[in-house]
Each structure stands twice: as C-alpha cells, then as structure tokens.
C-alpha cells in the first residue's frame, strides 16, 4: 500500500529553504530521495540565505521536484522585470529587497546569465499556488500559507495579484499583523501542508509555550505547518532548520541548518 516499506514512490514536502542549499541537499539526503520519489517544496526557497537560485535551480532540473509559490518568489516575480533585463522597478521591489532579505538573492541572481533569468522568471510564474494531491485517498493541499476556494492548482499566471497576495501572505499565526487571517481550514476536508510562519515562532506565540527549540511539526486540526525556520539561518542560537514531511505516512525529518561553504 505505501510504497516507502519498499523503499519506492514516497511523497515528501519541504517549506521555507530560505537559501540554506547545503541544509536542503542534507535533506534528500536524510530521506535518501530516489528518482522514484516526489518532492513538494511549498515555497520561500530563496531569500536571506545565500543560495536560493541555485535552490531553485536543482528544484527546476528535477522532474520529480516541484515549488509551491510562496511570498518571497511572489516579491521577486513583481520585482525584476520578466525579460531579465537588469535592475528593479516592480511593485514589490521595496518590501522584497530592503524589508524580506531579497537583496542576497538579487545579488546571487546578478551573476547568471539573461537566458537564465528568463528561464527561472519564466518557470517561477508557471508554478501553482495552491496544490491538491491525493496519496492513498487523502486529499493534501499545499499552500505556502493560506487557502482560498476555486484557486486549486492554479498556476501563478493564471491568477490575479491581489489573490496570490492573500494566499502566499495571509496568516492565522500573525497576531495583530495586517496579513492575520481568519483559521477557515477547519471548514474543509483537505489536510493543509504549509509553511510561512517558523513553527518555534507558532510554539512561542500562539501555543504560549516558551521553548525555541522544538524543531517539529506544528498541527492544529487539519492545518500542518512545516516551516523550520531556515529564515534564522546558521547559528542562530536555537534549533531552527528544514522539516522534510513524509505525505505517505506523516513521518517527520527534521534537518538542522548547516553552515555554507561559501
Ligand atoms: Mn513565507
């Protein structure tokens, strides 16, 4: 029935890279990913850590890989103009380079070609938003945080700005942020994998539970959060990391950041 016992066909997700490459291969490492595996990442594979376009790079060279769009590849798409032309002039340019660590992504992004930039821009805004998969009849929905009905395995280019917004952005876990949302995943049936908001910061804040270190899993109800907090990067003083999630059979993998060689 679940092909992992075999060691073929498991389905795995992952949230939150934030350019930690070297934590990321750790990863695939640990879950000894095979050709004959699938790999979800549910978006922020770049930004604040140096290697996110080489992050999405080996997620794009990879048929059994794929990216969920989340907020940070949501700024970069309505940065940097879509031909790959130099500079920023887009409408998040701001808030992505100066406010959410763009700029080590824009500065790993100057120094490939203009074919690749279009080819990366080009893929980026092909990806879904939200993804509805079935493993062995339960019904997942990846988002990288929240859910509005009718955009399932929508692609990025196929919605409008203000809906991706909400759903790479909108939160039930940002207290008092003007991206809080309302907890509406209770009122439908799919299992919700996202990432967005590091679990230590749900444990702490919405739990009331002082301990950084958890490293594990968020869940309340159907709604899953995986985000390890990459975002804090190497040395940050806690137990932050990537959590790779077995779909098949909710089996956790947590991989604490390692350092860059770079
Ligand atoms: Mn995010």
């Not at 992952?14 to 640990?30: P, R, W």
């Not at 594979?45 to 969920?68: Q, S, T, W």
């Not at 991706?164 to 509406?184: C, F, K, L, M, Q």
Request: hydrophobic fraction near 35%.
């Amino acid at each position: 029935m679940m092909g992992w016992i075999d060691g073929i066909m498991s389905v795995y997700a992952v949230s939150d890279l934030h350019g930690q490459y070297n934590t990321f291969i750790k990863g695939l490492e640990k879950i000894g990913f095979s050709d004959a595996d699938t790999l979800y990442v549910i978006g922020d594979a770049i930004d604040r850590g140096p290697d996110g376009i080489k992050i999405l790079r080996y997620i794009r060279e990879h048929d059994n890989m794929d990216l969920i769009l989340g907020n940070h590849e949501f700024m970069m798409l309505n940065s940097v103009p879509a031909d790959g032309g130099p500079g920023f002039d887009g409408v998040d340019a701001d808030i992505w380079l100066f406010f959410n660590g763009g700029i080590t992504t824009y500065e790993e992004y100057g120094n490939i070609s203009v074919e690749q930039k279009k080819t990366i821009l080009g893929w980026l805004a092909t990806r879904q938003v939200i993804k509805i998969i079935d493993i062995n009849g339960t019904e997942f929905c990846l988002t990288h945080s929240f859910y509005i009905p009718g955009c399932e395995n929508k692609r990025y280019d196929e919605l409008t700005y203000d809906t991706v917004s909400h759903i790479v952005w909108d939160s039930i876990y940002r207290t008092g942020d003007d991206t809080h949302a309302e907890d509406i995943y209770g009122n439908y049936d799919h299992i919700f994998v996202t990432g967005h908001v590091p679990v230590q910061r749900i444990y702490m804040s919405y739990e009331g539970d002082d301990d950084y270190n958890r490293l594990e899993m968020h869940r309340h109800g159907n709604l899953l959060c995986i985000d390890g907090g990459c975002a804090l990067g190497y040395n940050s003083g806690i137990n932050n990391g990537a959590i790779f999630l077995r779909l098949d059979d909710l089996k956790e993998f947590p991989v604490p950041v390692v350092a860059q060689q770079s």
